[in-house]
């Protein structure tokens, strides 16, 4: 019996080679979004923080680069929401994931033998802002739907 091939199984659903895409980001397929593309830049960052950092502390290395990343996938999976509570719980995970995050870069950035970043830090923190307006506006809009669906019945 012959060995399934997994690479020659999934090079049939192509022609030519399989590369990297090569359309960046945020352009094209996608609609322009501050918040996804300031949370993927976030996490982008992160993992060349952690990169570095990974030698002096593996631990808070594997912590921040999972809550540093996972800020931009909760913000990501909320764009795809099926209601509007599931979009603001996802933007709630988002922001307790960038509460520790900013937390745990605040910890590495008072020791000095620890790598610093202070664009990290800096994108981390101009982020809670955006997350709170979309919060609060999605919140007040909830509210009022709420609202009007009872005056309804």
């Known amino acids: 019996m012959n060995e399934f091939d997994a690479n ?5 659903f192509w022609e030519g080679e399989v590369a990297e895409p090569t359309v960046p980001y945020g352009t094209q397929r996608r609609k322009p979004n501050p918040v996804v593309d300031e949370t993927f830049e976030m996490a982008s960052r992160v993992m060349d923080y952690c990169e ?19 800020v931009g996938s909760h913000v ?10 599931a979009f603001i719980n996802k933007m709630k995970m988002a922001h307790q994931e960038l509460e520790e ?7 590495c950035h008072i020791k000095a033998h620890y790598p610093h970043d202070a664009e990290l830090v800096r994108r981390t923190k101009a982020l809670f802002p955006l997350l709170n307006a979309i919060l609060s506006t999605s919140i007040a809009r909830q509210t009022k739907e709420r609202a009007d669906k009872r005056k309804k019945s």
């Open 8 to 12: 020659a199984w999934l090079a049939s």
């Open 52 to 70: 570095r950092l990974i030698t002096v502390n593996a631990t808070f290395a594997d912590q921040i680069l999972r809550s540093g990343t996972s």
């Open 76 to 85: 990501r999976e909320g764009q795809g929401a099926q209601s509007l509570k």
């Open 101 to 107: 995050t900013e937390f745990r870069l605040d910890l």
